[in-house]
């Protein structure tokens, strides 16, 4: 009885060490980027300025950026009393990643900008040096790290279509 007990005493503990728990159960998705946008000049403030997106404010402060949701805007910006640029500006969010083995979390989306440069020969990027042609629908759309947007601009009159009312106009 006593060579039994000694026997149990040494196996038992064995026996349980050599359970293995697998948790397969992947951790928390990372979160998802922000997005942000506004509006900016170089050269000369616009004359007015348009948007149908909630998130930016009537009377916006140029040169700030506004957190947003992702979705399709169309705006306007007029350089004097008589033309302007018109047209849509999409606007992404990069996901998070997907949580990993083991309760891992995932990684976070990088956040997005984009700042509409609102001067008279229309819209460019800050580091392409980019400038659009006249009297043309312009797509430009970039998908690289914190750039994700795509806009569309072209170049309008008073009489061609009716405007806006202005969100901001320079006083």
């Known amino acids: 009885?006593?060579?039994?007990?000694?026997?149990?005493?040494?196996?038992?503990?064995?026996?349980?060490?050599?359970?293995?728990?697998?948790?397969?159960?992947?951790?928390?998705?990372?979160?998802?980027?922000?997005?942000?946008?506004?509006?900016?000049?170089?050269?000369?403030?616009?004359?007015?300025?348009?948007?149908?997106?909630?998130?930016?404010?009537?009377?916006?402060i140029l040169g700030e950026y506004y957190l947003t949701r992702p979705g399709v805007f169309e705006f306007e910006y007029f350089i004097n009393a008589h033309d302007y640029y018109y047209g849509t500006y999409e606007v992404w969010i990069n996901r998070g990643g997907i949580g990993g083995y083991h309760g891992e979390a995932g990684y976070d989306g990088m956040d997005t900008y984009l700042m509409l440069i609102t001067d008279p020969e229309g819209f460019h990027?800050?580091?392409?040096?980019?400038?659009?042609g006249l009297n043309e629908p312009v797509v430009i759309e970039k998908k690289i790290g914190e750039f994700n947007y795509k806009i569309t601009i072209q170049k309008g009159n008073v009489n061609d279509r009716l405007a806006q009312q202005p969100k901001y106009k320079n006083s």
């Open 1 to 60: 009885m006593k060579k039994i007990k000694i026997i149990l005493a040494v196996i038992a503990p064995l026996f349980f060490t050599s359970c293995i728990v697998v948790d397969n159960t992947p951790g928390p998705n990372g979160r998802d980027g922000r997005a942000y946008f506004g509006i900016d000049y170089e050269h000369h403030a616009p004359y007015s300025y348009w948007d149908d997106n909630n998130s930016v404010p009537y009377n916006p």
């Open 125 to 132: 990027e800050h580091a392409d040096g980019y400038k659009m």
